[in-house]
T-cell receptor, first 113, second 116 residues
Framework: LAKTTQPISMDSYEGQEVNITCSHNNIATNDYITWYQQFPSQGPRFIIQGYKTKVTNEVASLFIPADRKSSTLSLPRVSLSDTAVYYCLVGDNPNQAGTALIFGKGTTLSVSS | DAMVIQNPRYQVTQFGKPVTLSCSQTLNHNVMYWYQQKSSQAPKLLFHYYDKDFNNEADTPDNFQSRRPNTSFCFLDIRSPGLGDAAMYLC???????????????FGQGTRLTVV
């Protein structure tokens, strides 16, 4: 199981771009990288998933270097409502039916005005 | 429309009294998960189902059991709740894709369990 390491917390201001980096040095060849967002008293919400290079959707971008040992979630122009905990997940053994989604400690992002 | 529904949202149970939490889904996903989340901690996976195949995490206490009678429903049974079992319990679903890769997981709103 690939272990992930993220900063415990980050602070930002409204309108800034925020980049959260996740380390996953022992990522397996078939593992995908997935990011979730969680607000207090709610279940996590899927943000983005990728395997290599760059993935972009309406919410965020995900940058993955060639060695795939890390990934960076980029949130453009954050607002106060982006204050949340962000989790980086790396897929469990893909040959086992039913991928176990294991959450690491996550990064608490605080956005101020 | 809610796709993963957990009932109840809040549950109070007595120390040692069995309690069951329920989860239903309208997504027809083949994988269902149960997580325990305590204050200021990450969700901790208790177990998950791939269809009817049950996968228990190694450190999940025997006090926690689960049932999945059909695709849509999944239950978490806590046989003898202790004070340390007070937490938010989250249910999630996903559809495993090619090579076993989990696609987007959808979470319910959670059930907050209080043990008195």
């Amino acid at each position: 199981l690939a272990k992930t390491t993220q900063p415990i917390s980050m602070d930002s201001y409204e309108g800034q771009e925020v980049n959260i980096t996740c380390s996953h040095n022992n990522i397996a060849t078939n593992d995908y990288i997935t990011w979730y967002q969680q607000f207090p008293s709610q279940g996590p919400r899927f943000i983005i998933q990728g395997y290599k290079t760059k993935v972009t959707n309406e919410v965020a971008s995900l940058f993955i270097p060639a060695d795939r040992k890390s990934s960076t979630l980029s949130l453009p122009r954050v607002s106060l409502s982006d204050t949340a905990v962000y989790y980086c997940l790396v897929g469990d053994n893909p040959n086992q039916a039913g991928t176990a989604l294991i959450f690491g400690k996550g990064t608490t992002l605080s956005v101020s005005s | 429309d809610a796709m993963v529904i957990q009932n109840p949202r809040y549950q109070v149970t007595q120390f040692g009294k069995p309690v069951t939490l329920s989860c239903s889904q309208t997504l027809n996903h083949n994988v269902m998960y149960w997580y325990q989340q305590k204050s200021s901690q990450a969700p901790k996976l208790l177990f998950h189902y791939y269809d009817k195949d049950f996968n228990n995490e190694a450190d999940t206490p025997d006090n926690f059991q689960s049932r999945r009678p059909n695709t849509s429903f999944c239950f978490l049974d806590i046989r003898s709740p202790g004070l340390g079992d007070a937490a938010m319990y989250l249910c999630a679903t996903s559809r495993d894709g090619t090579g076993g890769r989990a696609t987007e997981a959808f979470f319910g709103q959670g059930t907050r369990l209080t043990v008195v």
